[in-house]
């Protein structure tokens, strides 16, 4: 009860294009089930805050379908809750955490809540950290600002007294700073700044190439189990998908799999999203693939990185490289003749 | 609303042939298909037929159910108006009295209906697997403007015997209900499903209400009642996926029906949609050492085994070296290295030791408890 936490999902990060087309950072499907938003969401209700502002610019729409009033996450409250606070075009886009311009169009958001201090994080940042941890280690340096690291790497995470977010939010102009990340990273006089030491799992997701690592990495046990430990769910938007089926035929090792999906072919070192269909003769290795595309027979794909409702045509061969996975945008459909 | 329909769904059954599967349970909160409980059917199938007023009649251990429909949320249930309405037995000036038969139980619940005040109510039961459209069915008991219409299945005539079979005239009029004949004249089963317009019903369940020798059920006294008082009584043909799944047998067949591409039962329609609750889990894993062939898996499982014909419900581990053939697992279950299970269905919860072998016994399906993994513990000097 004593942190209100701010979602940054206005932060734009130039590298995730292809996937940010049509959504926010906030809203990419990752792990199968999952938006990156769930884990930073369930992270804040899983460290016992139930105050939370979501900063989103354009375009949203995914976004706010996906949250909603918070019901899945606990937050649809009569006190308190989930806020979902839409930035303007002109404020939105920045590439640092934390813009001051777009939490100064929201300061009855932090007028309003009681609590003491304030947790500004954003959706690229996919870990378990715990915030009550953090605030106390906060509380206990005496810093005015404190940020969560893990070894020197930066987590775009911080605390600080909501009363100092409100003054930088007066300030920020003179003292020429554009956000809370800028303030940390400039060192600004005359704050004290803290550390916090986080030492979990955890994959900062800023370009298609971060993705495809972090995405492959969930197929990684110790690193799977280090993002979804016992007691601290991640939670989402529910979907009513039965289980999937494994048809005659079907082949799947090493891979993780959504509900709803329908598998008749071979899956490898692969991460298949809800409802998704991958016809016979169809060979994936190293491949993500989010809900609802379709794969028909005897294609061959590896390293590819399938959007929402992509259909791939018969015989379609596609190889991409770890570092530079072939990405298909949302709902685009690929014949054998477009390949060649 | 001139068209309002209520449903009261039964779901107060012991099922006593599925052993220890429901001595805890009532059989409507029967887990099934990986992810559901039966009753799930019968109430998405109401709301996917647009009826959002139900009442779920409990009474045998009632609790699992009760927590598990809470507001009715993912049924979308949770309104204002109507929703649903879980019904128990209550006590009143009269003192406690437990719903004693199918149609007392409507009996005792006319001030529910009474304050719900429908045109129409549909009679359901909580322990079958179908999907239907009630409205369908309640356009033709008003074209036939029906005193009662009963929905029916054609069944294997060797089985007929089994159910409460209708015969009916060329037209699909009833003529008569036979509860279990030993010579069946028509293989046309009775799924449990009536429609009555309302004020019909109440007067009948006040008349059977007033018979002390009636046993106050739907099918035995109630229907005759009607047959006799002259009512135009209509079986509605139903086609489709139907089971009843009463014994250990059945729910087993049940569950491979899904399995097969051609039992016309099949849970990925976006149109009919099966609403359940959905436990928050991560997605489901497949290791390195895992193997499927035809299996049905929810999220939360690690499946580093060799798993086929199976359905698997959540959170369920399969170990390396383990093998399931033909079987139903509950969730939260761990199957030990080198476990080997065939033509088995495992209860929730339990943690089947390595190497532990079971299979089917004289072609019946097995029950798995926590008895027989203890009995088999003690034999091995585990």
């Not at chain 1, 598998?263 to 609802?292: F, P, W, Y």
């Amino acid at each position: 009860m004593r942190l209100v936490a701010v979602i940054d999902a206005a932060v734009k990060k130039p590298g995730l294009e292809d996937l940010t087309m049509y959504r926010t950072t906030a809203s990419v499907p990752f792990a199968g089930r999952y938006r990156l938003v769930d884990f930073t969401l369930s992270n804040i209700v899983n460290s016992n805050i139930n105050a939370v502002g979501v900063f989103a610019s354009y375009p949203f729409v995914s976004l706010l379908d996906h949250i909603g009033v918070g019901k899945n996450w606990d937050l649809d409250r009569r006190k308190d809750g989930l806020f979902f606070l839409p930035v303007s075009q002109k404020a939105g886009g920045q590439v640092t955490v934390g813009a001051f311009a777009a939490l100064e169009e929201h300061t009855a958001f932090f007028e309003k809540s009681r609590q003491k201090y304030v947790v500004v994080t954003t959706c690229s940042t996919v870990c378990q950290i715990d915030y009550e941890e953090m605030l106390d280690a906060h509380i206990a340096s005496g810093a005015d600002i404190t940020e969560a690291v893990s070894r020197d790497v930066g987590l775009n995470s911080y605390i600080l007294a909501k009363s100092l977010l409100m003054e930088l939010i007066q300030t920020y102009r003179e003292k020429k700073v554009i956000s809370v990340e800028d303030v940390v990273k400039l060192k600004k006089a005359p704050y004290s700044y803290g550390k916090y030491e986080y030492t979990g799992y955890y994959a900062i997701i800023n370009s298609i190439e971060s993705y495809f690592q972090a995405s492959m990495d969930l197929l990684d046990s110790d690193k799977r189990n280090g993002l979804f430990l016992p007691g601290h769910p991640i939670y989402t938007k529910v979907k009513d998908e039965p289980p999937t089926r494994y048809l005659p035929g079907s082949q799947v090792n090493r891979s993780l799999l959504a509900n709803g999906s329908t598998i008749e072919g071979t899956v490898e070192n692969s991460i298949i999203s809800r409802a998704v269909v991958i016809k016979k003769n169809s060979r994936l290795d190293h491949c993500v693939i989010m809900q609802k595309s379709v794969i028909e027979e005897n294609c061959d794909l590896a390293y590819v990185i399938a959007d929402k409702n992509v259909h791939i045509e018969e015989g379609v061969v596609l190889r991409g490289t770890p570092e530079k996975p072939v990405v298909l945008r949302k709902g685009e459909r690929v014949s054998k003749e477009e390949v060649r | 609303m001139k068209r309002k329909v209520v449903a009261m769904l039964l779901a107060g059954g012991q099922g006593s042939r599925l052993k220890s599967l429901t001595h805890e349970i009532a059989k409507p909160a029967l887990p099934f298909g990986g992810k559901y409980r039966i009753i799930d059917f019968p109430l998405s199938n109401c709301v996917n037929s647009g009826i959002h007023t139900v009442g779920v009649l409990t009474q045998y251990q009632p609790h699992v159910l009760h927590n598990y429909i809470g507001l009715g949320t993912p049924w979308d249930l949770d309104r204002r108006s109507g929703g649903v309405t879980m019904l128990t037995p209550y006590a009143g000036m009269e003192g406690i009295k437990w719903y004693d038969g199918t149609a007392d139980a409507i009996y005792q619940n006319i001030k529910y209906l009474t304050e719900q005040d429908p045109k129409y109510v549909i009679i359901l039961s909580g322990d079958h697997i179908y999907k239907m459209d009630y409205q369908t069915m309640l356009d033709f008991h008003i074209e036939q403007n029906a005193g009662a219409t009963i929905s029916v299945i054609e069944v294997p005539w060797k089985d007929a015997s089994r159910f409460g079979i209708m015969n009916t005239d060329e037209n699909m009029q009833i003529k008569e209900f036979v509860e279990k004949p030993a010579e069946p004249e028509s293989n046309l089963a009775s799924m449990g499903v009536y429609i009555f317009d309302w004020k019909k019903l109440e007067k009948y369940l006040q008349l059977d209400n007033d018979n002390k020798n009636s046993s106050h059920d739907f099918g035995k006294d109630i229907i005759p009642l009607m047959l006799e008082q002259g009512e135009k009584m209509m079986a509605y043909p139903y086609k489709g996926y139907w089971k009843d799944v009463g014994t250990v047998e059945s729910l087993w067949e049940a569950n491979m029906d899904l399995l097969n591409s051609n039992s016309g039962l099949n849970l990925n329609d976006p149109a009919w949609r099966i609403f359940s609750s959905n436990p928050q889990l991560p997605p489901q894993v497949i290791g390195e050492t895992g193997y499927l062939q035809e299996a049905l898996i929810n999220e939360g499982c690690v499946i580093d085994g060799k798993v086929e014909k199976s359905v698997i419900f959540q959170d369920v581990e399969v170990k390396e070296g383990a093998s399931l053939y033909e079987c139903v697992v509950m969730s939260c279950v761990v199957v030990g290295k080198g476990a080997k299970l065939s033509r088995v269905i495992i209860e929730p919860n339990l943690e089947i030791p390595e190497n532990f072998e079971l299979k089917e016994q004289n072609g019946e399906i097995v029950l798995l408890t926590q008895d027989i993994i203890d009995e088999w513990k003690g034999s091995a000097g585990i």
